[in-house]
């Protein structure tokens, strides 16, 4: 249908009319969401999985589910200088590992906020107008369990093994604890790693609480006196904290590849279980 020229004029006046308060908002939301859109994802989860599991093989398998992620955050690492082009290959190994801890400490970040595993923060500020970021994980806010400190992720997957179980559980050692035991080569000097006190339980019971540790997304072991200068206790690291130190990093890898996350690199004395991260559990 042709408009009449007064409706014509009018039409055309109204469309140069500016778009003020609440309509211009709605447009940049709308265009700010398309732009979303249009964004590639990285999976966090699954990269920071990669970040713990490559760096132990003793080849160039990839990490099943993490390689388009992992690209996107290599290729990122490429074009601010620090990862060479030759290691953008979907492979979260050490060199990417310690690209990526030089992108935190370039953030100002220090300690635990550089080592070398994808925070979210860190994350989303590498991804700023290149991808957006999905399956948000973190460890939260540091708490106390009885006079050690550890983080609420860890102590919700502690709650649930417990539940499991059906009996509470007393920790040897919590996390965030640089030096505080020689013997434990570092594993407690980050987030995610607690050791728990097995006094009073027979054989059984200790493979038992093993197994729901594992269950919920703890990479566990039954430690014995004959193994290092420790007694006898359960070693436990909760796969995909943001806040492992390197060590713990390292036994986790390990635990993925079958072994007993002990220097040896040993084959896995532990229950078998289809290994879940918390989040995985939950799902």
Same mark, same amino acid.
């Given at each position: 249908m042709k408009l009449s020229s007064y409706a014509a004029a009018l039409t055309a006046a109204t469309l140069l009319v500016p778009l003020t308060?609440?309509?211009?908002?709605?447009?940049? #939301?709308t265009h700010g969401k398309a732009l979303s859109k249009a964004l590639p994802s990285v999976n966090m989860e699954a990269v920071v999985k990669a970040a713990q599991i490559d760096p132990r093989r003793p080849d160039n398998k990839l990490t099943p589910g993490a390689k388009a992620s992992v690209l996107l955050v290599e290729r990122a690492l490429r074009d601010r200088?620090? @990862?060479?082009?030759?290691?953008?290959?979907?492979?979260?190994?050490?060199?990417?590992?310690t690209a990526f801890a030089k992108y935190q400490k370039s953030l100002g970040y220090k300690g635990l906020q550089a080592n070398g595993l994808p925070g979210k923060t860190s994350l989303v500020k590498?991804?700023?107008?290149?991808?957006?970021? #999905?399956?948000?994980?973190?460890?939260?806010?540091r708490v106390h369990v009885g006079k050690f400190v550890i983080n609420t992720r860890t102590r919700t997957m502690l709650n649930e093994a417990q539940r499991l179980l059906g009996r509470k559980l007393v920790l040897d050692q919590g996390s965030y604890n640089p030096g505080g035991d020689p013997t434990s080569a570092g594993t407690h000097d980050g987030g995610g790693v607690i050791d728990v006190n097995v006094k009073g339980m027979s054989s059984a019971t200790r493979i038992t609480v093993t197994r729901a540790l594992r269950r919920v997304g703890f990479a566990a072991w039954v430690r014995n006196p004959n193994q290092g200068?420790?007694?006898?206790?359960?070693h436990a690291a909760a796969i995909n904290d943001t806040? @492992? $130190? $390197?060590?713990?990093?390292?036994?986790?890898?390990?635990?993925?590849?079958?072994?007993?996350?002990?220097?040896?690199?040993?084959p896995d004395d532990g229950p078998k279980v289809t290994i879940h991260t918390w989040e995985e559990y939950k799902r």
């Open positions: 308060g609440a309509a211009e908002a709605a447009a940049q #939301t200088h620090l @990862l060479d082009k030759k290691w953008v290959d979907g492979y979260f190994g050490t060199t990417t590992v590498l991804g700023a107008g290149r991808f957006t970021v #999905t399956h948000v994980i973190g460890p939260g806010a200068n420790w007694p006898w206790h359960i806040d @492992l $130190s $390197s060590q713990a990093q390292h036994q986790i890898g390990d635990y993925y590849l079958g072994q007993n996350g002990l220097a040896n690199r040993g």
